[in-house]
Nanobody, 127 residues
């Protein structure tokens, strides 16, 4: 059963932009806290950015100034606008959703423990 579906990945050149989209199939799956994560092959999944229902955001250091996370609660949709992409940004990008009193804690420390996850969308950046 698909709960979250990512789209928007693709192959781009160094310096290009992409916008990823994550849609929840039901309101149940679009929690108070949603986030983007990525995994480079052979490495662990890492957080990119999170946003809560009120719009408070948290970014990984590598994402600050280049990526922008947003969400539309009415459309059960979350976005990740990525600019100035670099080859190091090449990864599988996943969206996740959870209802938790601390979005920041979940994003920083506990995302491996719980949450609804999508299947991922691949981003490839060539130099």
């Amino acid at each position: 059963q698909v709960r979250l579906a990512e789209s928007g990945g693709g192959s781009v050149q160094n310096g290009d932009s992409l916008t990823l989209t994550c849609r929840a199939t039901l309101d149940l799956y679009f929690g108070d806290c949603t986030g983007w994560f990525r995994r480079v092959e052979g490495a662990e999944r890492e957080g990119v950015a999170s946003i809560d229902r009120g719009g408070t955001t948290t970014y990984a250091d590598f994402a600050k100034g280049r990526f922008t996370i947003s969400r539309d609660n009415d459309k059960l949709t979350m976005y990740l606008q990525m600019t100035n992409l670099k080859p190091d940004d090449s990864a599988m990008y996943y969206c996740a959703s959870v209802s938790t009193p601390s979005c920041r804690t979940w994003f920083r420390e506990r995302y491996r423990e719980f949450g609804f996850w999508g299947q991922g969308t691949r981003v490839a950046v060539s130099s």
